[in-house]
């Protein structure tokens, strides 16, 4: 049937969905036949679109960084569509194990296998790894490290910074190389959506840092591969469902004297952190001092901040020793933020209320930051889902600080084929813009079509006649031809004449039911139920309030954010969806 959506309304599986086609017909040419798809239901979370296989050995081309003078459209067009095209799997990391298991044992003394005996399980043995990861004792393991702690902590208070992007002066900004600090690097745990294993293993010495990636793997086979072709790595593979993604991009950093936690948009790959030229991300950091004295560290509170972090790190499967670990380092400055989330999956009893968009309305609300009054929603995505009214209600009402349960309690009352009340849709109408490139800019951009391969709509979802094209903006970077990867919600109050107090959130999440969750009825139980297909992760950073000014535009006005998160859009933003002047960038048509 025509209306049937074979992805089931997530963008994150269509994308998933095209990188494997990609690379089928990057290895194949042009497939014969086509790939077959299965449709379910929008609720049903253990069937989905079935994948094609994806092809083994195929890795993504080194990219040269562009001049300051020169566009890199043609320097960074095919490498960046190759490498849009990876696998979440990190079995490509693999290809210098031997040698750096060679190195291994030469360090330990050992003698090396001669080249012609075979590779054997005892010899690919992946090194015992101190399951108390944070423990400051492993410090010892590298002791030309420079101990940072003597110099101060770089970001002590928090920050937000966007992507460094070749060819543009550096402000408000950071590399890969700032946020890894690779010299002093002494153990990372790491997560993403894609991975450039090449690039990887230029950034991080994993001949000195102990590694752990948290990483999606399809089943128990592909968990098994991964981890033979990386015994230097320790695996943590968090519960899927069948249509989930392992979108989170989380990194939490150890340092001689201090613990860096890291939530930025952008995967493991050189084009997310500026190197072509053609794209950019967003950032969060805060550095959290080690605690020395014993007696402080046993009753060390984490606090909001640090009981959710560790929330989401148990639902990943991460060592409960490890998740301990966490309470040897200061989290009181990081208490003025909120960490929120999304775990794959059904949530019941209480545990609804802690994560998707239901975790978002209770963290704003325990921040303070919850009102009754109107709030104007300025949210940039890199992906649009099948979005509807119904999903742009939950999350503005979350935004307030709802729990979740007024949209849920008007889509009960209205039934399934009825409207939004007139008051809620015209408030939506006029209080939420959602920003995405036209073709347009896609186009005209420095990294022209072939630097879009992760941004991503459809045409059957753009053109449904539940889809708010209304609300849609250009997405249109400050730093002229960039296109914008990051997700943020930039959240502020409506009502002139007061305190503009506000927040965003900076995270992984795109504007889609399949990062945020759907509330439903529990079958037999009647009581609430969040279903979530991927894992998510972001932060709340509050906006401290600054006088009001009556003389304000507040529909696209977005100055009291400067400062404190380096807005990367243009604003008012075409509002092509309105005027129908334009069409998205869709990703699969182009």
């Known amino acids: 049937m025509d209306g049937l959506d074979p992805f089931d309304g997530d963008e994150d599986a269509a994308l998933r969905y095209a990188i494997a086609l990609s690379l089928q017909e990057a290895d194949n040419g042009s497939p014969k036949k086509p790939v077959e798809l299965s ?38 067009a095919k490498s960046h569509q190759s490498a849009s095209t990876a696998s979440s799997s990190l079995t490509a990391l693999g290809l210098d194990r031997k040698k750096m298991e060679e190195e291994r044992l030469a360090r330990l003394g050992k003698r090396k296998a001669p080249e012609s005996e075979p590779d054997t399980p005892s010899r690919r043995q992946r090194p015992k790894l101190d399951p108390d990861l944070f423990d400051s004792a492993s410090s010892s393991r590298i002791g030309s490290a420079t101990k940072s702690g003597s110099r101060g902590l770089p970001y002590p208070k928090g920050a937000v910074k966007k992507t460094w992007a070749a060819g543009f002066p550096r402000a408000d900004d950071i590399k890969i190389e700032e946020v890894l600090q690779k010299d002093e690097l002494e153990l990372a745990v790491i997560s993403s959506f894609q991975w450039d294993q090449d690039w990887m293993l230029s950034k991080i010495d994993f001949k000195r840092t102990k590694v752990f990636c948290i990483a999606f793997a399809s089943g128990e086979a592909q968990q098994k591969e991964n981890r033979a072709n990386a015994p230097f790595v320790k695996f943590c593979f968090p519960p899927m469902t069948p249509t989930g993604n392992m979108h989170s991009k989380l990194q939490l950093l150890k340092y001689h004297s201090y613990l860096r936690v890291v939530i930025p948009s952008g995967n493991l790959v050189p084009y997310d952190w500026g190197e072509t030229g053609a794209i950019e991300n967003m950032v969060f950091l805060i550095d959290l001092p080690l605690i020395e004295d014993p007696e402080s560290r046993s009753s060390n509170n984490l606090g909001p901040f640090g009981e959710e972090l560790s929330y989401f790190l148990r639902a990943q499967g991460l060592e409960e020793s490890t998740v301990n670990s966490l309470a040897k380092y200061d989290f009181s400055e990081a208490n003025r933020y909120r960490f929120v989330h999304t775990i794959g999956g059904s949530h019941v009893g209480d545990k609804w209320q802690r994560t998707g968009y239901c975790g978002l309305g209770r963290a704003v609300t325990s921040l303070k930051l919850n009102t009754t009054q109107d709030i104007e929603v300025d949210f940039v995505a890199s992906s649009l889902g099948s979005v509807n009214k119904d999903l742009l209600s939950a999350i ?10 007024k949209e849920y309690e008007m889509r009960s009352t209205k039934g399934r084929k009825n409207k939004l009340p007139t008051g809620v849709q015209s408030t939506l109408d006029d209080k939420f813009r959602i920003y995405f490139p036209s073709h347009d800019t896609v186009m005209h951009s420095r990294g022209g079509k072939n630097s879009a391969g992760t941004i991503c709509a459809q045409s059957k979802w753009w053109d449904a006649a539940t889809f708010p094209r209304e609300l849609i903006r250009d997405c249109q970077s400050v730093r002229t031809g960039l296109l914008i990867h990051s997700k943020i919600m930039m959240v502020q109050h409506s009502q002139s004449g007061k305190s503009q107090a506000a927040y965003a959130y900076v995270g992984s999440a795109n504007l889609s039911e399949s990062a945020w969750g759907r509330l439903v009825k529990e079958r037999g139980t009647g009581n609430p139920k969040l279903t979530c297909r991927n894992w998510e992760c972001g932060v709340i950073v509050p906006i401290p309030p600054r006088e009001p000014d009556k003389n304000r535009i507040q529909h696209s006005d977005l100055s009291d954010f400067l400062g404190t998160i380096p807005v990367p859009m243009k604003v008012p933003g075409e509002a092509y969806g309105a005027t129908k002047s334009k069409r998205p960038w869709l990703f699969l048509e182009n």
Do not use: C, R, W
């Open 39 to 76: 449709s379910d239901e929008d609720d049903n979370l253990d069937k989905g679109p079935k994948y094609p296989s994806i092809p083994k050995g195929t890795k993504n081309p080194s990219t040269k960084q562009p001049t300051k003078d020169v566009p890199p459209k043609d320097m960074s």
């Open 396 to 405: 503005y009402h979350a935004a307030q600080g709802d729990s979740g349960m």
